[in-house]
Each structure stands twice: as structure tokens, then as C-alpha cells.
């Protein structure tokens, strides 16, 4: 396939794209008609493509404009995003990445070999980059080969960014599968010494479940203070923020390596918020403000097939699916949901009095949204594949973490109690589904009942919670109150995924020292959950 691809046709194409494997989540407009984007693009097999040249003089950019470095996502059987942001000075005040106003050229390429020689050239073109999108480059980079190794780079003026490399699902009935999840990865609480062991492991994809920033002003523990040195509240304080945590090696390193599908939780905006809601602040208006602001940044620095969000608005959830083998869905647990029951005016969204009665009284409230929770609900009933893997930012099968008397973390799903009813009957009537969550800042196993804490009720799924990069650990032991938990892991790493036609291999990587970003990882636990069985087993 040869064809040029402006911003128009790259933002009908993700919808195009969208609507093959992304059902419900894609934006059917967006374009303003701009042409900041064109691509030549040549199908794997045929002929080399060829670098252009670009017509506008390179802009004096005062330093190199790949201090973020570069990053891939959303891989599909035949398509990539391959991402960078044009940022010589990511921490300038203004947000802008001491950038220019002005459009600048970015010439992006695709190889099957690093070298870039020639005759391996299988994608090429040019994309402007704007100041309206913080000079974030996303190509949509289509006519691939599946399940094939590419490498990719981007040039401005004389410097060329560094070598990124990538993968696309495969099609057809792949034999194995294998995905990282990642989460919670506060700067200021430890280095990523999980990331740099991340790349060294065989991989298909990594998938990240949110807290990908923290929006705090930072205290400086483990040694590093994030800028801005003030709590986020505008798109610049964001975008800064983005840009002080691709300042770490080991994670630009890690989105270097690996194809990223990534969506998000709390802090990505704020802690704890909920729909438009901020904890403790009854006017929604700063909640719109802090989304709109956030959404947008996030968008900006994540390798994602959307479109720009619009407003506050920006629809996440999505799902991928690797030929007959797994179909993964991905949720949005934040953005449009009700306000948890008996939230505090400030702290916490957890209660050790009433709540219980008032989730026993059955309020209903939407956890999802309805849009989203229609979409899901389609999506696991597609079928076609053996595993279905949910991406889950926040616990599911019910953690009560009280001493004396019950202690729910109502921001999980314990407060949405209907809602969270409704979608495991959804996850029972799917082929083999596996529960795969963030959030909690530790590891944990548990078995997801129909019924959540009743031990009489039928197993419908296994969760498998992942350690956090380097937020701080809930190192409370849970399993007094949580019968369904198998077990917990109060440790900083990642949990690696392998999927095959007859087993879903789960491994919880665990660091030496999350304060070293050199230190050891060793596999703390291995559990196995055999195609037919919900219920886990040790490896
Ligand atoms: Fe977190």
C-alpha cells in the first residue's frame, strides 16, 4: 500500500482502525482539517520506502528535541503508533518544552533493521507538529506485517532521535503471547529499577494501568523531586510534569523497547477524583478544569490511537486482540463515574461506619459510565479467542482491608457494588477471562466470586494485581477480612503475563530495592490458570 496519509486521513484512519478493534471508543471527527501530518507508507513485502525531505528550513531549536524519547503503542495485526514530543528544554515553566509557536517538520521512519539502511525502509513520511498538541508526534503507522519486529526514528533539522523499537500483535492462532503490566510509578518515592529489568524480559506488549504521573508538588523522598515544585492545576503544570518523569532513563528506555497500550486512574488528574468530582471540593467546575487539563497532557505523551481529547472529554477504554488467542480489554474506571458512597470531605474515600448499610441498601451508581459499559459489554461477547484479559485499573474481587470492623477502600470497586455485579456476570459468560489490576500498591492474587467475600459462591475469574513500579507500598495485611485473596505481595516490581492456547503463566517480578535503579528483581511467585479453570494454581 503506497498513499499519503495527512492529519485527516491519520485521524480517519485511527477511527477506521478503531472500529475494527476498538469498538466504542473512537471519535468519528476531530479533524479541523489542518494538514499536519503527511506519510508515504509502503506495505511490508513491497518495495523500500523512501525518506523525504522536508521543505521547511529546520528550526534552530536551541538543543536536542528528543529529550523525551520515543515510544510505540496501541499495536494492532498490520498497525503501530510510533510517538515523540519535541521538547529541548521539557521542564521550561511555561510548559511548552522550549518549543517555538511555529509548525515544525518531523520527519519520521520505519525499518525491519536498526541500521536503517535503505533497501530495510518499509515506512516513511513527514508530520507536522504543533504547538496546540505540545509538538507531540503520534503516526499512525499502517501496512505492516503481524507479529513483526520494526524499528523507528524521527528527525528534526540535523538530529535524529534515538532508535525505538517495536512489535505488532500477531494474527492467526499465535502460540504464545506475552504482556508486562506496569502501574503506579510515583518519581519521588523510588527509582525505576523495575523498568530497567523490564527490558530485559520477552515481551509482546506492556500495559500500563495508570498513576503514571503523581500530582503532587513532591517531597524529594527516594531522592528525586518532580517538577513543577506545586501541585498540578494547568495543562502546563502537567505537560512539565510529564516531561520530568521521561527524564528517567530506564522508563524512556523501557518505552523504547516495548509497544506501550496504556490507560489511566486517579492520579493521572487527581487523587481519588471521580467523574468531575475532586475529594472535599463540591464545585465540579475545578474537577472539569483538572481533567481537561490532564487529559490533554496525558494524550500528548502516550503512544495512544485516539483522537486529541475534546474538552474533558477523552474515551480510553479500547480493546486488542491477538489473532484466536486474546482479546484485551481495556477500562476507564475514573472519568465517568459516580461519586463513591460516604466520602469525607477531605481524605479518603473510606468509612468504618455506615457505608456498609448504605451498600447494603443497594444505591445503585455507575462505575463506567453507560456508554462505556455497553461497549463492554459487546466486547466480551465477541468471542473468537480463548483468553480474555480485562485491564482493570482498581481492585475487583473485593479487598476489606478494616482491622475490627469492615474497611473498604470505596474509590475500588467495593463501592460500586451493582455495577461491579453486572460485570462479573459479563466476565462469566466469556471464554476464560483473567482479571489483570493496578492501583493497590501491592501484589496480590484473589479469586473473583460472583458473589464478592461470599466463599459460597461460584469462582468466575482469577485477578492478578500488579506491584507497583515505585509508589509507596499498603504493606497492611489484608487477609483476615478478604477471604478470596490467595495471597499478597507487599513489594515494588511488575507482573509478567505469558499466555498460551492452554495456560495463562502469571509471574510476580519483585526488586531487591526499588531506591537502587540497579537493583536485582527475582520472581517472588508463579501462578498457573489452565484454559477451562478459572481458579489459579501455584506454578
Ligand atoms: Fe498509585
Redesign the pocket.
Known amino acids: 500500500m503506497t498513499g499519503s496519509v495527512g492529519r485527516r486521513a491519520f485521524l480517519t484512519g485511527a477511527a477506521a482502525t478503531a472500529a475494527a478493534i476498538v469498538a466504542g471508543c473512537s471519535s468519528d471527527g476531530g479533524s479541523d482539517g489542518e494538514a499536519a501530518g503527511t506519510a508515504t507508507t509502503t506495505a511490508g513485502g513491497g518495495a523500500p520506502a523512501t525518506t523525504p525531505t522536508t521543505s521547511a528550513a529546520p528550526p534552530d531549536l536551541g538543543g536536542d528535541p528528543f529529550t523525551l524519547g520515543v515510544a510505540s503503542g496501541d499495536p494492532t495485526a498490520e498497525a503501530v503508533v510510533i510517538w515523540t514530543r519535541l521538547a529541548p528544554d521539557p521542564l521550561a515553566d511555561d510548559g511548552a518544552g522550549g518549543m517555538p509557536d511555529d509548525d515544525v517538520e518531523v520527519i519520521w521512519e520505519v525499518a525491519t533493521d536498526a541500521a536503517f539502511a535503505a533497501k530495510d525502509l518499509v515506512a516513511a513520511g513527514t508530520f507536522t507538529a504543533t504547538a496546540a498538541l505540545g509538538h507531540s508526534v503520534h503516526v499512525d503507522v499502517t501496512g505492516l506485517d503481524a507479529g513483526t519486529d520494526y524499528h523507528y526514528r524521527f528527525t528534526v533539522g540535523a538530529t535524529t532521535s534515538p532508535v525505538g523499537r517495536t512489535r505488532t500483535l500477531a494474527d492467526g492462532s499465535p502460540e504464545r503471547f506475552a504482556l508486562a503490566i506496569a502501574?503506579?510509578q510515583m518519581l519521588e518515592s523510588g527509582a525505576y529499577g523495575a523498568y530497567r529489568q523490564m527490558v530485559e524480559e520477552d515481551l509482546d506488549l506492556v500495559v500500563h494501568l495508570g498513576?503514571y504521573i503523581y500530582e503532587y508538588p513532591g517531597d524529594g523522598k527516594g531522592g528525586r523531586s518532580p517538577a513543577p515544585a506545586r501541585a498540578l492545576a494547568t495543562l502546563a503544570d502537567y505537560r512539565i510534569r510529564y516531561g520530568s518523569y521521561k527524564t528517567d532513563p530506564d522508563l524512556r528506555a523501557a518505552h523504547a523497547r516495548f509497544p506501550f497500550v496504556a490507560t489511566w486512574?486517579d492520579?493521572d488528574v487527581a487523587n481519588n477524583y471521580m467523574g468531575d468530582t475532586l475529594p472535599g471540593d463540591p464545585d465540579t467546575a475545578d474537577g472539569v478544569a483538572l481533567k481537561t487539563a490532564a487529559y490533554q497532557a496525558w494524550w500528548e505523551h502516550l503512544p495512544v490511537r485516539l483522537d486529541p481529547p475534546t474538552g474533558d472529554a477523552l474515551a480510553v477504554y479500547r480493546a486488542f486482540a491477538v489473532g484466536d488467542l486474546v482479546r484485551l480489554h481495556l477500562l476507564d474506571e475514573r472519568q465517568d463515574a459516580a461519586v463513591p458512597p460516604c466520602r469525607p470531605a477531605t481524605g479518603y474515600p473510606t468509612d468504618y461506619g455506615d457505608c456498609d448499610a448504605r451498600i447494603a441498601e443497594g444505591e445503585d451508581r455507575t462505575r463506567l459510565g453507560p456508554d462505556q459499559e455497553a461497549w463492554l459489554e459487546t466486547s466480551l461477547a465477541e468471542g473468537g479467542v480463548t483468553w480474555n484479559l480485562l485491564g482493570n485499573p482498581v481492585v475487583l474481587a473485593g479487598v476489606d482491608a478494616g482491622t475490627d470492623s469492615a474497611g473498604y477502600w470505596l474509590d475500588t470497586w467495593d463501592g460500586y457494588p451493582q455495577a461491579r455485579e453486572r460485570l462479573i456476570a459479563q466476565l462469566a459468560e466469556a471464554s476464560n477471562p483473567v482479571v489483570l489490576t493496578g492501583?493497590y500498591?501491592a501484589g496480590m492474587t484473589l479469586d473473583v466470586r460472583a458473589t464478592p467475600f461470599d466463599q459460597e459462591s461460584p469462582i468466575v475469574a482469577t485477578e492478578f494485581m500488579s506491584p507497583?513500579i515505585s509508589?509507596v507500598l499498603f504493606p497492611q495485611d489484608v487477609s483476615p477480612r478478604t477471604p478470596q485473596l490467595r495471597e499478597q505481595l507487599n513489594n515494588h516490581g511488575y507482573l509478567t503475563v505469558e499466555v498460551t492456547p492452554t495456560q495463562l503463566t502469571a509471574a510476580f517480578r519483585v526488586l531487591d530495592d526499588v531506591a537502587d535503579a540497579a537493583s536485582g528483581i527475582t520472581t517472588a511467585s508463579t501462578w498457573i490458570v489452565d484454559a477451562g479453570t478459572p481458579t489459579a494454581r501455584r506454578a
Do not use: E, L
Open positions: 502501574n503506579c498513576d486512574d492520579h492501583d500498591h507497583p509508589s
